[in-house]
């Protein structure tokens, strides 16, 4: 969907689609679930609000920054013709200024949070901004992205406890696989512009097939660290049962994508409901269980 609801105003709906507002529940609840895992219930209210904002910072910053540096490649894909960029809806030099003020919001909520938070911020900047330049040189490109969304894990807990506790490297791993496989389902339908653009991929790498054999794998190695991560930590009967419901999502999802490669779009969406059932196992076994 590209055009705003009725009654909705133009300019902020441009806004929204720039910063992908609309695919923030694919890892937002992911980060909540991590939230209530490292405070072992609700951090203070500051910083909870503080992680929050770090996390939609980074979020911002990668998405307009990869808008504007993408702009040239997304006018000649028919997926991402309509963006805003590419209409003239919105500026390259606002995007730009979006993603500088996106990294600066970042550092100063990590300064606040803890001085190895602080620390690192500009690690997590690297990796935001290093995704656009990867898939233009390797096929590892989509790992790369995976390992992106898996430094949630390892910033809440740094966040909250000022520290790395060796098992949430667990929970990172778990993410970086669940990750990969996402965006080697997302990289399925960009297979033809990819590959006009000279662009990189696991898929075009390994061809659709093989790309699709190995999701299932991916998404079964990282439920067996997210498994082991709660087993390690002892939480609840309730987490387990959550995995145990992604597990389900994910195999019926893949399957239906072995059966017929042209169904990304579900794919893709079904990845909302699996993240968001994460959410609901780790609340309910840190604060029921």
Request: hydrophobic share 55%; no cysteine.
């Amino acid at each position: 969907m590209t055009d705003p609801p009725t009654g909705a105003s133009p300019r902020w709906w441009d806004f929204g689609r720039l910063l992908e507002i609309q695919n923030v529940g694919l890892n937002l609840p992911f980060a909540l679930a991590f939230i209530f895992i490292a405070s072992k219930g609700v951090p203070s209210l500051a910083t909870f609000l503080l992680i929050v904002i770090a996390f939609l910072a980074a979020r911002n910053a990668g998405h307009s920054f990869n808008r504007w540096a993408d702009r040239a490649q997304d006018a000649v894909n028919p997926r991402t013709q309509n963006r805003v960029l590419v209409t003239g809806r919105a500026r390259p030099e606002f995007a730009l200024a979006l993603s500088l003020a996106s990294a600066a919001l970042l550092i100063v909520a990590a300064y606040f949070l803890n001085p190895l938070a602080f620390y690192l911020s500009p690690v997590a900047l690297a990796m935001v901004y290093g995704y656009t330049y990867t898939k233009r040189i390797t096929a590892w490109t989509t790992p790369f992205l995976g390992l992106v969304e898996a430094i949630v894990p390892a910033a809440v807990f740094i966040a909250i406890q000022g520290t790395l506790p060796l098992v949430v490297l667990l929970a990172v791993g778990g993410l970086l696989l669940w990750g990969t496989a996402f965006e080697t389902i997302h990289s399925l339908g960009d297979l033809a512009s990819d590959r006009a653009l000279e662009l990189h991929s696991l898929p075009l790498l390994l061809g659709v097939r093989r790309s699709t054999y190995l999701v299932p794998v991916l998404h079964a190695a990282a439920l067996i660290l997210l498994a082991a991560f709660g087993f390690v930590l002892g939480l609840g009967i309730a987490y387990p049962i959550g995995l145990a419901a992604m597990a389900v999502v994910a195999g019926i999802t893949d399957y239906q994508l072995l059966r017929n490669t042209a169904g990304t779009p579900v794919a893709f969406r079904r990845h909302f409901l699996m993240s968001a059932i994460y959410l609901v196992g780790a609340a309910v076994a840190v604060f029921v269980a």
